[in-house]
């Protein structure tokens, strides 16, 4: 049996003078980036040059809408209600659309950030309001969402394309949320540790709990990061990892 799996990372988070992330570098492992829209982090110079450099690399292109949050990076959750969320999705994705049209190149999917993507995992009225915004601006681009979650799965229901995330780095519980990063095991470092995690996501479709329980998981694309060299390095193993195993890591633009 042939496994495909993408490799995506989130991209363009800088900010003005600010550099976040190491961007060139990462574009060389991944398949499908998810590039910030100037709300929790990006601005407008910074969107269009990522979006460049993914076209000039093959890069699959996603919006990574959050929260308007620069000073906190999107990580702290903020009380929204359901017009502001569908509004923040339409705006955010409209925004990436444009540079997209600007290089003639597909916006591929959007990935929540930060406390908007935790949000929508597990809070159905703001997720069903997020599900709105992105089918009033393109019933094309796929929801890439973590693996399992409530707007996963009523995403399917809608008929709205999907992309089920798993983390390669990350631990997850036995409800199939990942631990919160203050607790142990919220993370996995050792490389070869998180490429047999990877392996067995991607092959079997199962993934080992915190607590030792295995669990049912789909993994459609890989979350990896790039913002230090450390980063680089195990990306490119988890890469290299697949490759060697056999698995076809593609974005959903050349499957």
């Not at 995506?8 to 398949?31: C, I, K, P, Q, R």
């Not at 049209?101 to 009225?125: E, R, W």
Request: charged share 20%.
């Amino acid at each position: 049996m042939s496994h495909y799996v993408d490799l995506n990372s989130d991209l363009g988070e800088s900010f003005g003078n600010y550099a976040l992330g190491m961007d060139s570098e990462v574009l060389n492992h991944v398949t499908s980036s998810n590039i910030a829209c100037g709300w929790h982090a990006g601005d407008p110079l910074i969107m269009d040059a990522t979006v460049c450099i993914c076209k000039e690399k093959g890069v699959a292109v996603g919006a990574h809408p959050g929260y308007p949050d620069l000073m906190g990076f999107g990580r702290r959750a903020m009380a929204v209600n359901p017009a502001e969320a569908k509004t923040y999705m339409m705006y955010q994705l409209g925004a990436l659309q444009a540079f997209c049209n600007s290089y003639d190149i597909t916006l591929q999917h959007m990935k929540l950030h930060g406390a908007f993507y935790n949000t929508a995992c597990v809070t159905p009225v703001v997720a069903d309001a997020i599900l709105d915004g992105l089918q009033a601006v393109n019933l094309n681009i796929a929801a890439m969402v973590l693996s399992g979650s409530y707007i996963a799965q009523e995403a399917q229901r809608r008929g709205i394309p999907v992309i089920q995330e798993v983390f390669a780095d990350r631990g997850y519980t036995e409800e199939g949320t990942l631990v919160p990063r203050t607790e142990v095991g919220a993370f996995i470092k050792d490389p070869q540790e998180a490429l047999d995690r990877v392996l067995m996501m991607v092959t079997k479709g199962k993934v080992v709990t915190n607590t030792g329980k295995t669990i049912d998981i789909v993994a459609d694309s890989i979350c990896v990061h790039g913002d230090n060299p450390e980063a680089i390095a195990f990306t490119r193993y988890i890469r290299e990892g697949l490759t060697k195993a056999g698995v076809t890591v593609a974005n959903f633009q050349h499957r």
